[in-house]
């Protein structure tokens, strides 16, 4: 008995001192996990940080945001004096998306993001880590937040500023300065709009003299598309709420110009009339499409007593979307070869009459509207979106004289769990680097492989798309 216990003694020595070894060099298991091949970080929930840590993975999944992240923060790493990149938001947005998007060196399977709500508390943005918030709102104070940051960085180029002033193209605007030219306009790195930014368009006709007012533009950072009205039989898509998005409407009692002109010209003596009043047809459209378009879907209605409802009805998505329809263009004569592109698409696509977007006949009036959600598959083709096999583009559907000039590609797609008051944010997520569509659930510290149907059939928040050109249309400014 003795002898044994002596055995005993010694496996059990051995057995602590094999566990020593192993926490001296690889630290404590449970505290340091290795991430898995083909897999991504997750992040760690800080206590209610859901609606963060969804939003920055599907952030992370467009390679144009990140590259721009990577221009706007240069000028930072040229600066002289003690760094101060934790006061910038865009040096801390910029390392978690990298880290993310597995461009950084890291082996870690979770990562800390609260160095974000640092940064914006210093920006003044007050983000509780313990209290509820919407995905959706934390991207517009991202987005206005790195406005607000390009807006704080001078226009010209400081004296002092030896390095910048040694670039050739410094050097020519100075000279240009100095030999009566204009002064040297804004640098383009700060000048350039974030790839979320887009312009749309408000166009007003009168009724009864078909004239037309100016156009007028406003700023989106993402377009926030209501639900319409389901009809019992017919599934809801993502073309009927861009549909309904842009129908025209009519406004009622509105002074045309035009009309008080003719009105008076009928007039003799001078005599003073007043202002004709009449009714304008109003529609908007898309005037500038953004690089990365995030899509909103209000989910927020109001029953009869006043109370917040969410709707939970799917909204059928595509992995392909085409903005054509969408894009305002200015009026003018159309090319024989326009007019042959505009018919044949015209012909192939519902909802298209006169070269306008028409609601889809299922479109009916929407609900009540105002995004505030708390956190805690196949579709059919239609008009704008086309499903394609894994692996191929989609360019190959349309033929030559109506390729889709404006082509989007899914990137990532928010899902929010629970109902208005309290819930949960996952995200559906491109895999970094992976051919063909390779997708990923990720609910904070969990990530695991999906599957497109499974992403084609999740109740989408928000939907991240990234414009994709064909090799017969390249990239033009001049479209825009």
Not at 45 to 50: Q, V
Not at 454 to 471: N, P
Request: positive net charge; hydrophobic residues 35%.
């Amino acid at each position: 008995r003795p002898r044994a216990m002596r055995s005993w003694g010694v496996l059990g020595g051995a057995a602590a001192a094999l566990a020593a070894g192993i926490y001296v060099l690889w630290g404590p298991i449970s505290g340091r996990r290795r991430r898995r091949r083909g897999l991504v970080p997750g992040l760690l929930n800080l206590g209610n940080t859901c609606f963060m840590n969804s939003l920055l993975q599907g952030l992370s999944s467009c390679p144009s945001f990140i590259r721009w992240l990577e221009e706007f923060t240069a000028q930072y790493r040229t600066e002289q004096g003690p760094p101060r990149e934790h006061q910038y938001l865009s040096v801390t947005l910029l390392q978690l998306l990298r880290a993310l998007s597995c461009q950084e060196v890291t082996e870690d399977d979770v990562l800390d993001a609260s160095c974000l709500l640092e940064v914006l508390r210093v920006n003044r943005w007050q983000i509780s880590s313990f209290e509820e918030q919407d995905a959706h709102e934390l991207f517009h104070v991202l987005t206005s937040s790195l406005e607000d940051e390009r807006d704080r960085q001078p226009r010209v180029t400081h004296l002092f500023d030896v390095h910048s002033l040694e670039q050739p193209e410094i050097i020519q605007k100075q000279i240009s300065c100095r030999t009566r030219g204009s002064l040297p306009p804004v640098s383009n790195h700060w000048k350039s709009q974030h790839p979320f930014h887009g312009r749309l368009t408000s166009n007003m006709v009168c009724k009864h003299c078909e004239h037309q007012s100016p156009v007028r533009f406003d700023t989106f950072d993402s377009l926030s598309l209501s639900i319409p009205a389901a009809v019992w039989g017919r599934p809801m898509t993502l073309d009927h709420c861009l549909h309904h998005f842009i129908s025209s409407e009519s406004v009622k009692d509105v002074v045309c110009d035009n009309c008080t002109k003719i009105q008076a010209e009928g007039i003799l003596n001078g005599q003073g009339i007043e202002n004709q009043r009449t009714t304008f047809v109003k529609q908007l459209k898309l005037g500038k499409l953004p690089q990365c378009l995030c899509i909103h879907l209000q989910r927020l209605s109001w029953s009869n007593q006043g109370t917040p409802l969410k709707r939970h009805e799917h909204v059928q998505f595509n992995e392909f979307l085409v903005m054509d329809i969408y894009k305002y263009r200015v009026p003018g004569p159309k090319s024989s070869q326009e007019q042959l592109s505009q018919k044949n698409f015209e012909e192939t696509t519902p909802g298209i009459k006169d070269g306008r977007a028409g609601k889809p006949s299922d479109a009916e009036q929407p609900a009540g509207t105002k995004p505030l959600f708390m956190n805690g598959a196949s579709s059919s083709s239609s008009s704008s979106s086309f499903l394609m096999s894994p692996g191929t583009f989609p360019l190959a559907a349309f033929p030559e004289c109506r390729a889709p000039l404006y082509l989007y590609r899914l990137m990532a797609v928010v899902v929010h769990h629970g109902d208005m008051h309290s819930g949960h944010f996952v995200t559906f997520r491109r895999a970094p680097g992976a051919r063909g569509a390779q997708w990923l659930w990720i609910s904070d510290e969990s990530v695991r492989r999906a599957s497109l149907h499974e992403v084609l059939a999740a109740s989408a928040y928000l939907l991240f798309y990234e414009r994709v050109h064909g090799r017969a249309q390249p990239p033009s400014p001049a479209r825009d």
